[in-house]
């Protein structure tokens, strides 16, 4: 077989390339579309998004909402599956500053950014349509990779399972306590302790992933002490939520309480008595013998959208994130123990302060996790990265050939094309960027090589 010939479609990089950067008077448009009912990966192809979002047109609205397979495409043009190799490590990052050629293509409601291909201000879904790329002659194109910035749509890994093999957007295992998926009607904990937990009330509801746990009222999940026995070190509480407007006093999404004397006491939600000007992102946190702290991060995470909380106990300093960014940091006295051995719970605070919460994906580190691994934690959640191709019967126009998502599975973010390198004189790809909240997806190369 002869050996591949890549054509790295990025600008910079090494000859051969394809410039892709924007052109002058490339227009982003504004392109809004929420996540339907079945959660950001699928769902009913009758879903509506809420009131004052901006829609992007109807056909973009249908892929969009059209229901996903998370395998090999069942009646795809192409068959797709991992390569053999990761991204050569001189690829390059694409850069609008490069001089060179417009990007032949389609932009509606993306952007080629400093960082790679993402979306416009302002916009929570677009797509990028390639022109046709003709294929070589007396070749094919025999794969099609990308390097997605983080692996958007990758839950966490369950403990000592190997980590998706993505060059960017990683969180370490070290120091994990606790891991609940809660997108199943029997809640475990896929964490290293695979601790017993106890589900008092609630439902499942769509979620991120997959499917998330709504804990209405006074339900709750409770978790076991081992998982909460701090001590003196340090910690980070992360989880998914959609939480339903909070006002009027404070509402507990997560927290616990030790069983000492003036025992230690901890809770992450919404804070609106206490100090705080108004309901928003908050918390107090006492350690045994010590004085609480109650803390107003200002973010306000009851819009009925999915978020990512964290709070990052370490030493004396207190951080409050919200999808992937700091909201707030203090730094209380905070020397002594936080064992929550009492009691620890997810939704209604020992059966009192309660907030409606949709949940999914609480982690429990005994660790502070950097800035970094907040965002990446975030960014998996709430963003989507997809790519698409097809092959085209001439090499200027598509005509109404489908596209085909290209499956994405665990080992690294590429593709290979078996179908597509003889069977059609030029190929197209398309990525589609989504978000529900915090900052936008990114993809840094884009790759078609041929054989």
Not at 134 to 146: F, I, K, S, Y
Not at 207 to 214: E, M, P, T, V
Not at 348 to 369: C, N
Request: aromatic share 8%; glycine share 12%; charged share 20%.
């Amino acid at each position: 077989m002869r050996p591949l010939i890549p054509f790295i479609l990025l600008a910079g990089g090494c000859s051969p390339t394809l410039e892709l950067t924007a052109p002058p008077d490339a227009s982003a448009g504004d392109a809004r579309a929420d996540a339907p009912d079945g959660g950001m990966d699928g769902g009913p192809s009758d879903w509506s998004p809420p009131d004052g979002w901006i829609l992007p047109d109807a056909q973009h609205l249908a892929d969009l909402a059209a229901p996903v397979d998370h395998g090999r495409p069942a009646d795809a043009a192409l068959d797709a599956h991992l390569p053999d190799a990761a991204l050569p490590p001189d690829a390059g990052v694409m850069s609008p500053l490069e001089e060179g050629p417009a990007t032949p293509g389609e932009h509606q409601g993306t952007v080629w950014a400093a960082e790679g291909l993402t979306l416009a201000p302002g916009v929570d879904a677009g797509e990028f349509v390639s022109a046709p790329r003709p294929t070589p002659p007396d070749q094919g194109w025999a794969r099609l990779r990308w390097a997605p910035a983080v692996p958007y749509g990758h839950a966490l890994a369950n403990a000592g399972a190997p980590l998706v093999d993505f060059p960017e957007g990683q969180v370490s295992q070290a120091g994990l306590r606790l891991l609940l998926h809660l997108d199943d009607p029997d809640v475990w904990d896929a964490g290293p302790l695979d601790l017993p937990v106890q589900v008092v009330g609630g439902h499942e509801v769509a979620g991120l992933f997959r499917d998330a746990w709504h804990l209405p009222g006074t339900d709750r999940i409770t978790v076991p002490a081992e998982a909460v026995r701090f001590g003196a070190q340090d910690f980070t509480w992360a989880t998914f939520a959609k939480i339903t407007p909070c006002a009027g006093r404070n509402g507990v999404l997560l927290g616990g309480e030790g069983v000492a004397r003036l025992p230690a006491h901890a809770w992450l939600g919404c804070q609106a008595d206490d100090p705080c000007p108004g309901p928003g992102l908050g918390g107090t946190f006492r350690p045994r013998l010590g004085s609480s702290a109650d803390e107003c991060a200002g973010a306000l995470p009851d819009d009925d959208r999915w978020h990512h909380l964290a709070v990052i106990k370490q030493a004396n300093r207190l951080r409050f994130f919200m999808d992937g960014a700091l909201a707030h940091e203090a730094n209380p006295d905070l020397s002594g123990d936080f064992n929550l051995d009492g009691f620890f719970q997810i939704g209604a605070f020992d059966g009192g302060y309660p907030l409606t919460a949709s949940v999914e994906e609480l982690a429990i580190w005994a660790r502070a996790l950097s800035p970094g691994e907040i965002a990446a934690l975030s960014a998996r959640g709430l963003g989507r990265a997809e790519l698409w191709a097809r092959g085209c019967p001439s090499t200027d126009d598509c005509g109404d050939q489908p596209f085909a998502r290209l499956a994405e599975q665990p080992g690294g973010p590429g593709f290979w094309m078996d179908a597509l390198p003889r069977l059609y004189p030029a190929v197209q790809f398309k990525v589609v960027l989504r978000r529900e909240s915090g900052p936008p997806p990114v993809v840094r190369r884009i790759i078609l090589e041929a054989d």
